[in-house]
């Protein structure tokens, strides 16, 4: 097989789709769209139930109380998936990484087809969720509800990319070992970063802690996903006086919006990168 540009790219497309079925003939990948689709509705009813009414809610309360849903579960799915298919078995691994064509190529191949199978699953979930909103309660803040779908489809690359960084080049040997450590990530990303900023910022003056929690909210991808899903959301009051310091800080909402998307994008490209350069150098 030629090593030119066009076989190669159809190699990769082709790992990319091979990647995809496997995934979506998945048991693991289909019980994920089923429970995400159940957690939808049961938190589209919820609000009401909790206040002592009934039905559905409509898109923008269901969007709300979604919002925490997506953060915890997303990355922690996105990182178990990635960790498993992205770890071959040893010889699986010799033989698809001896084919002709960049290792690069396979490994970005391999994590697309892996993305598109969860990014359908949550789509079945939402989509379904969706619809019944719609029938029951009208298109009323439907615009916040498919921020919030965005913001998942956004985890789901970072930490699948996350995911390919830390698994890249190696076999089944070191699976369990990289499990561990992406639960260790999870763990610091959702709740040890939140609170090691807030401690720090309780040590500061009141201007010196707004700022410094400002920045924590940039560089972290799951504060950049939730904030710009809250504000999509809610508007400018999503944090009250808070929504408005951050919008001085970044300059209004549009460099709010610039800011936190730089964030997501760096979250995305350099585990990329990192996977990349390891799984050149790993002796395969």
């Not at 002709?100 to 190529?105: D, F, I, S």
């Not at 969860?118 to 509800?145: M, Y």
């Not at 001085?248 to 936190?260: D, P, V, Y």
Request: glycine share 10%; with cysteine.
């Amino acid at each position: 097989m030629s090593t030119g540009t066009v076989p190669a790219l159809t190699l990769a497309r082709l790992c990319a789709m091979q990647e995809l079925k496997l995934s979506v003939r998945s048991r693991w990948t289909q019980t994920f769209a089923v429970v995400f689709a159940g957690l939808a509705f049961a938190v589209a009813a919820s609000g009401y139930v909790l206040s002592g009414g009934s039905g559905l809610q409509d898109f923008s309360r269901t969007a709300a109380s979604l919002v925490e849903l997506v953060l915890l579960l997303v990355p922690l799915t996105a990182l178990i998936f990635g960790v498993m298919a992205m770890t071959p078995d040893a010889g699986a691994a010799e033989l698809l990484y001896s084919q002709p064509v960049p290792r690069p190529l396979i490994l970005l191949g391999k994590l697309a087809g892996l993305c598109l199978a969860l990014i359908a699953s949550q789509a079945v979930g939402f989509g379904a969720a969706g619809l019944l909103l719609f029938w029951r309660a009208g298109a009323d803040g439907v615009v916040g509800f498919l921020g919030v779908v965005a913001g998942s489809f956004v985890l789901t690359a970072v930490f699948l990319s996350i995911a390919a960084a830390l698994t890249a080049g190696a076999n089944s040997t070191r699976r369990a070992h990289h499990l561990a450590v992406a639960l260790v990530i999870w763990f610091v990303a959702i709740v040890l970063f939140d609170v090691a900023a807030l401690g720090v910022a309780s040590l500061l003056r009141s201007g010196t802690a707004s700022r410094l929690l400002m920045v924590a909210v940039i560089v972290n991808p799951v504060d950049a996903v939730r904030t710009g899903t809250l504000l999509a959301v809610e508007g400018t009051t999503a944090f009250g006086a808070a929504s408005l310091a951050f919008f001085r800080m970044t300059g209004g909402s549009l460099g709010a919006g610039l800011w936190l998307a730089a964030s997501v994008l760096v979250w995305v490209l350099a585990p990329l990168a990192v996977a990349v350069f390891r799984v050149r150098r790993a002796d395969i």
